[in-house]
């Protein structure tokens, strides 16, 4: 894979701040960020955040380099590469500097499912590694199992008309708390049942016909 300069990332940078004034200022955090599961082994993906607004995250607004100019300056990019790089690529930005950005995201994901798949899962969920679905599908398509296993989770917070079920939470968290809500607010069922000890696996078993699925301190949850 072709690697970018240290000089690229930071000339990355300035250009993603540049095309990011079009939609209009950073919004703020409005709460703590969730956290992968207690026990795992592996960094936190939140510990090294990418950037607000990098092409991990969505393609830039303004103008991109049309394919045809998407080369390196040194080196070639694989079919696969461009393919991830095309319409990606702010207009006067290395190429190479943008294709890093997703080889970052390959590589956080690899390196935290090794240590502790639900934390790569759920980093994948909450979207601490931003841009993974494409970098996953297009760079490394050796994680598509993490990838596989993210698309049928969700984080946690409020859930409409979820898919009845059980599921399991990507944490050991002792805080986590759940509620399913009928269509009339009333609570159809809620848990856990028993505070839940550190260590303990978490299940939440959403009934048919749920309105709202509401979580809190469960970072993310896939089928049991």
Do not use: H
Request: net charge positive; proline share 10%.
């Amino acid at each position: 894979m072709y690697r970018r300069s240290a000089a690229a990332a930071v000339l990355l940078t300035a250009a993603l701040t540049l095309t990011a004034c079009s939609s209009g200022g950073d919004k703020a955090d409005s709460g703590a960020k969730p956290k992968p599961p207690a026990s795992s082994a592996a960094p936190d993906p939140a510990d090294t955040p990418q950037p607000a607004g990098s092409p991990a995250e969505a393609k830039p607004t303004g103008p991109v380099l049309p394919d045809a100019k998407l080369t390196p300056k040194t080196g070639s990019f694989t079919a696969q590469e461009k393919k991830y790089l095309s319409g990606r690529v702010p207009e006067k930005m290395d190429p190479a500097a943008v294709l890093q950005t997703g080889q970052d995201a390959c590589q956080r994901v690899e390196r935290t499912a090794k240590r502790d798949k639900d934390a790569a899962t759920g980093a994948v969920i909450t979207g601490e590694i931003a841009g993974a679905k494409d970098a996953i599908n297009l760079l490394c398509p050796e994680q598509k199992p993490i990838l596989a296993a993210a698309e049928k989770g969700f984080a946690e917070g409020p859930r409409t008309s979820p898919a009845a079920g059980t599921y399991r939470a990507l944490t050991q968290a002792t805080n986590c708390t759940w509620e399913a809500k009928g269509k009339d607010g009333s609570v159809l069922t809620s848990g856990p049942e028993t505070p839940p000890k550190a260590g303990d696996r978490i299940t939440a078993t959403i009934p048919a016909g749920t309105a709202e699925f509401n979580s809190s301190g469960c970072y993310a949850w896939i089928p049991a």
